[in-house]
């Protein structure tokens, strides 16, 4: 079996070289996204640094969360997709007392009420209503597509908007601790420190919206942190800044990516199939599949440990969602 190669490109092949020795990664790259960027911007800046165009991201973060931010180079692009629907965590403060256009601090605040005094039982029991399999507005300024046309963008030009509701699973949502203080414009309010643990698709500022709203003084969001994606958590994660200056020097071994086969194993489950099945596998043949624990993408591996392909069971065949073997 051809395993995978890290190769030099020649001339007319797509891309640059971006590794030691002129080889080019291909993998994933946890990064921990500062505030003020954009997920666009970060993959942006990961381009230059891998000097590839093949990048892409799991799942965005709005500019003002920071954290977890899973990339793909090359042909780990092809897992974001199935990454994008693993588990997330985060860490954040949820204001109650006032509520924004966009649910949190980046947003105009559109109304304001006294949040001291509140009874802890109170929000506990608001914060229950909001875990578990629930339905979720998300935020109007969001990315949504209402019609074609993105939600913020709608908002922006002045439009009504109403997104429908989406089903969502908060697993976990945690108040750590409460604090009572008092805004800029003076309205008595109340910070929570909370975690929250979520499908994807999870809008954490729209928790804070509906939490306030339950509580009859409205809230929002004014910091977030994502400290997970599937398996892949903050002590994987590097800063732009540490990023750029392992590709910056010379005696080190440049951008720390995470290989395929590492990537897989992490976040699927693994199935290692016999050399003869291995072949028949990557040239599209359903071959019999056992059945494993847990919904999902599966990942095969070879016999000499090559990643080849994430498959799904489908009548105890595996049919071959994405192939990855050279």
């Known amino acids: 079996m051809k395993r995978e190669s890290n190769r030099p490109r020649g001339k007319g092949e797509r891309g640059a070289p971006s590794g030691r020795g002129g080889e080019r990664p291909a993998g994933l790259v946890i990064v921990d996204k500062p505030a003020g960027f954009t997920s666009h911007d970060v993959v942006a800046k990961m381009r230059g640094m891998a000097r590839t165009r093949r990048v892409g991201h799991a799942g965005t973060l709005d500019p003002m969360a920071t954290g977890v931010l899973v990339l793909g180079i090359e042909r780990a692009t092809k897992l974001l997709g199935h990454l994008a629907l693993t588990e997330k965590e985060y860490v954040g403060t949820i204001r109650l007392g006032q509520t924004t256009v966009t649910d949190d601090a980046e947003g105009e605040i559109t109304a304001s009420k006294a949040a001291h005094g509140l009874a802890r039982e109170d929000i506990d029991a608001g914060v229950a209503e909001l875990s578990g ?174 990643f080849l392909a994430l498959v799904d069971n489908q009548g105890g065949k595996a049919k071959s969602l994405a192939v990855f073997a050279i």
């Open 133 to 306: 399999a629930i339905m979720q507005v998300p935020s109007k300024v969001s990315a949504i597509k209402i019609d074609g046309k993105r939600s913020y963008s709608r908002v922006r030009d002045g439009e009504e908007v109403e997104i429908p509701a989406r089903p969502v699973t908060v697993s976990s949502f945690v108040v750590h601790s409460a604090h009572e203080s008092e805004a800029e414009d003076g309205t008595p309010v109340t910070d929570l420190l909370v975690s929250v643990e979520c499908s994807s698709g999870t809008y954490i500022r729209a928790l804070a919206r509906d939490l306030g709203a339950g509580l009859g003084v409205g809230g929002h969001l004014t910091a977030l942190r994502r400290t997970r994606v599937g398996p892949y958590k903050l002590d994987r994660a590097r800063t732009l800044e540490q990023l750029q200056a392992a590709v910056d020097d010379t005696e080190g071994e440049g951008l720390p990516v995470m290989p395929l086969g590492d990537a897989a194993a992490a976040a699927f489950t693994r199935w290692d199939v016999p050399e003869a099945q291995a072949r028949l596998l990557l040239n599209g043949a359903r071959i019999p599949m056992p059945r494993f624990e847990g919904d999902g993408p599966v990942a095969a591996f070879g016999p000499d440990g090559q």
